[in-house]
């Protein structure tokens, strides 16, 4: 199987598909995009990014690509723990108190914000591709005195040294990432990793700005008794004020429920469309240190 996912080497989500699919080599891209595209032009069989970030929401220029630019079945989620730590080149650490620019994801910088607020007041940040992106930066330039925020997979790979550890602003840090084919590629549960159960996530757009409409369709799940993850709102792109839903339901499309529920919004004039019926993994820290072999 080829698997393609956000690069390069050591990201989070690199982590993500090490944890799933240890024996599987993996592509890197750059951008989520260049990684999306790959998979629908079946350069790969299955590619993994990152979706939603428990301290930052979701990532969204996957969940625009998901509903807007590709039409692929998200087959397979996982979450896992992030802990983001402040790393510079090992010819730097005397100075690192002092550095010039700080690189990471925007997501990443995000999740640090208090930290960088308190410790680094002033200092200029820059947003790269991804976090490993910015530590390969980072080691490439031992002239500047400038740090990465990134994992520890990423100093190790890199050769940078962590000057701060855990600098996240909640210790609560996960992110979600999915997993996309183009050719109709089945996840299993049992991937020797945590089954957390199945997902159903679909897009829902109202048929026009009219009172209660999101009432109702939160009612056709509920009466149903499908329990809803998530409930997110995104721009149509079309003009101001229009909208579509994307909402996770903890439950695999089944024959009757979820049929029912989408039969029922379509009634009410909805457009219905399903992301995706899928299993879900999470890690935790010592299953991360164990498959990564940190
Ligand atoms: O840059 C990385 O390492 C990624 O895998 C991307 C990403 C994201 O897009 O949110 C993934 C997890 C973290 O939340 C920070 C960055």
Not at 115 to 121: A, E, S, V
Not at 126 to 142: I, L
Not at 180 to 189: A, C, D, K, Y
Not at 268 to 280: E, I, Q
Request: hydrophobic residues 40%.
């Amino acid at each position: 199987m080829r698997l393609g996912f956000l690069g390069p080497k050591a990201t989070f989500t690199d982590i993500a598909v090490r944890a799933l699919f240890p024996d599987e080599t993996a592509i890197s891209y750059s951008t989520i995009p260049e990684c999306l595209d790959a998979v629908e032009a079946k350069e790969v069989d299955i590619a993994v990014v990152p979706l939603e970030n428990a301290l930052e929401g979701s990532v969204n220029i996957t969940l625009d690509y998901l509903t807007h630019e590709i039409n692929l079945p998200i087959i397979g989620e996982i979450t896992a723990p992030i802990r983001q730590h402040l790393m510079v080149h090992p010819q730097n650490v005397d100075r690192w108190k002092k550095v010039e620019k700080i690189y990471s994801h925007s997501h990443a910088i995000a999740q640090c914000h208090k930290f960088l607020h308190k410790q680094f007041r002033g200092v200029p940040s820059e947003n790269t591709t991804s976090t490993a992106r910015a530590a390969k930066y980072v080691f490439e330039h031992p002239q500047l005195n400038v740090a990465a925020i990134a994992n520890n997979l990423a100093a190790r790979e890199y050769g940078l040294t962590i000057v701060q550890s855990d600098i996240h602003d909640f210790h609560y840090n996960h992110t979600r990432f999915v997993i996309l084919t183009s050719n109709g590629h089945e996840i299993n549960q049992n991937q020797g990793i945590k089954f957390n159960g199945y997902k159903t996530t679909v897009m829902v757009q109202l048929p026009d700005d009219r009172s209660g409409a999101l009432h109702q369709v939160l009612s056709a799940f509920s009466w149903r008794k499908l329990n809803l993850t998530k409930i997110e709102s995104r721009p149509m792109k079309t003009g101001l004020g229009n909208y579509f839903f994307i909402i996770d339901i903890a439950s695999k499309l089944d024959d009757v429920l979820i049929p029912g529920a989408i039969a029922e919004l379509e009634a009410l004039k909805c457009n219905v469309k399903v992301l995706g019926s899928y299993p879900s993994f999470i890690i935790d820290a010592t299953t991360v240190a164990n498959k990564v072999k940190l």
